[in-house]
């Protein structure tokens, strides 16, 4: 089925981020993707955010609607070719959660969600409700600290945030991709409290024993490109790592 392209707002963002062993990664990932690696780790980063406005590409925003989302994600390579590869992704629309499962082969999953803003920060949480799904919660709040900045090429928060293509695979096996093109995020150091996050025992990984690096974003807007399927340049199996 071919996807339909979208834009959107993606608000109220937070990175947290947590080095992991680059074998563990590997263990979770199919072919043909590699860890992408920075400082010799691996990465996972949970992504709390709210989509704004989401419509196909074309019409106007105000037609559009507003979907907060939850996802797990790390960093791969693809034949040399850096992206992003979901393990899970939370939303509480049932359309867009069939709509991204058919169109994009994306592992998405139906939740509830709520996200509120105070004085505090930004409230976020999520209990997953998809059927035969593992369970996964998340309750954390997140604001911004200190001063705005943009990243620096080969700087860790570049690493992390600046990414244009997202990865996906079918059930029989079929690499697809699909690109996105958005400005340069506006970053700053985020304070997290987190009561709740059972996203990485939802997705086969133990927690993190290290403290996460964490980044708070207002947010860009966005454009998606329509999926393509991924032909591979190499017939010996998984890239190496980068």
């Known amino acids: 089925m071919t996807s339909v392209p979208l834009a959107f707002s993606w608000r109220r963002v937070l990175f947290a981020n947590w080095p992991v062993d680059p ?24 992504v709390p955010f709210v989509n704004v406005d989401t419509r196909p590409r074309g019409l106007p925003a105000r037609v559009g ?15 040399g070719e850096p992206g992003v590869y979901f393990f899970s992704l939370d939303a509480p629309s049932i359309l867009a959660v ?3 499962r058919l169109t994009h082969r994306l ?16 409230r976020f949480r999520s209990r997953r409700q998809h059927p035969g799904s593992p369970p996964a919660r998340y309750v954390a709040t997140y604001r911004p600290a200190g001063d705005p900045f943009t990243t620096d ?50 997705n086969g990984f133990a927690p ?29 199996g998984r890239t190496s790592r980068s």
């Open 23 to 46: 074998g563990l990664l590997d263990d979770h990932l199919p072919e043909p993707f590699a860890v992408h690696e920075y400082d010799g780790n691996g990465w996972l980063t949970v």
């Open 65 to 79: 609607v507003d979907l907060p989302e939850l996802n797990l994600r790390t960093y791969v390579v693809c034949d």
């Open 98 to 100: 069939l709509g991204a």
């Open 107 to 122: 592992p998405y999953y139906r939740a509830q969600m709520s996200v509120e803003r105070s004085e505090g920060g930004i």
């Open 153 to 202: 090429p080969y700087t860790l928060e570049r690493f992390l945030t600046e990414r244009r293509r997202l990865y996906t695979q079918s059930q029989n096996g079929r690499v697809r991709y699909t690109d996105v093109d958005h400005e340069q995020w506006t970053l700053y150091e985020a304070s997290v409290e987190t009561s709740e996050n059972t996203l990485f025992r939802a």
């Open 208 to 236: 993190p024993a290290d403290e996460p690096v964490c980044y708070y974003s207002p947010g860009v807007s966005v454009v998606t490109m329509r999926s393509k399927r991924w032909r591979s340049s190499q017939n010996d």
